[in-house]
């Protein structure tokens, strides 16, 4: 059974940093490409950052970007995002996703198939 699981969410001023973090199992992590979305109130669900299997790969939204940086450890089965500089606009619920069966990601979550349960990340003074 695949299941991915994130943590790190909280709060957090302008400015702050968080490092969010992705604990997968129930599938071949390390050939599996993987991806962090958020969704803010009201908003679509939106792809900020994707990794491929070896890591050599990564993409990330033009609104993230040089802010976010995707990480994975494939000896743990964990995926990261480290965040800086964040903005009241980074506030929304971020997921883990993982394509499975595909070694390249992308920013499509109709693309994806499988999704964690979700983290809040509050940025607000």
């Known amino acids: 059974q695949v299941q991915l699981v994130e943590s790190g969410g909280g709060s957090v001023q302008p400015g702050g940093s968080l490092r969010l973090s992705c604990a997968a199992s129930?599938?071949?992590?390390?050939?599996?490409?993987m991806g962090w979305f958020r969704q803010a109130p009201g908003k679509e669900r939106e792809g900020i950052a994707c990794?491929?299997?070896?890591?050599?790969?990564?993409d990330y939204a033009d609104s993230v970007k040089g802010r976010i940086t995707i990480s994975r450890d494939n000896a743990k089965n964990t995926l990261n995002l480290q965040m800086n500089s964040l903005k009241p606009e980074d506030t929304a619920i971020y997921y883990c996703?993982?394509?499975?069966?595909?070694?390249?990601?992308?920013?499509?979550?109709?693309?994806?198939?499988?999704w964690g349960q979700g983290t809040q990340v509050t940025v607000s003074s």
């Open positions: 990794i491929g299997w070896g890591s050599v790969w990564t």
């Open positions: 129930g599938f071949i992590f390390e050939s599996t490409a």
């Open positions: 996703a993982a394509r499975d069966g595909y070694s390249g990601g992308t920013l499509n979550p109709r693309d994806y198939m499988h």
